[in-house]
């Protein structure tokens, strides 16, 4: 799995014209998924985003988790992250097919829901438009194969 998590002032996405999900202060999550990925690897990908430290405390320092700052997240599936770049065309082979990637899509938001966080998602394979206010700019880049 593979996590693009952005700390963001507001974010949203609409579908067909219509918000489907919007958010104040918290996480922009663009999450890809892998054939290889497992229901495991969504509940470590949720965890150590529950508990990274981005926030800013009172000395200006990034000290807090998202919960400290009553933070929400959006989750948007991509599965571009997984695109094969060695031709001008990306190829997305090493992407999980939907059968395969949507309950594991679900499943990691269930796990950043489980963990008390608000979170607002897009619709996997939908021609989304997401925007953001991106904080600081705080963008940070996972994969469950390295953490």
Known sequence: MRAVVT???EASVQID???CGQIKAGYLILLGIAPTDT???????????VH????????????HAIAE??????????FTLFADLKKRR??????????????????????LTARNLHVEHGEFGADMQVSSVNDGPVTLLFDTTEV
């Open 17 to 19: 014209g219509d918000i």
């Open 7 to 9: 700390r963001v002032k």
């Open 90 to 111: 990306p190829g997305f082979s090493k992407a999980a097919k939907p059968g395969h990637a949507i309950p594991l899509y679900e499943e990691f938001i269930a796990q």
């Open 39 to 49: 229901a495991e690897d969504a509940a470590r990908l949720a965890e150590k985003i």
């Open 69 to 78: 700052v009553g933070g929400a997240v959006l989750v948007i599936s991509q």
């Open 52 to 63: 990274l430290r981005v926030f800013s405390d009172e000395a200006g320092k990034m000290n």
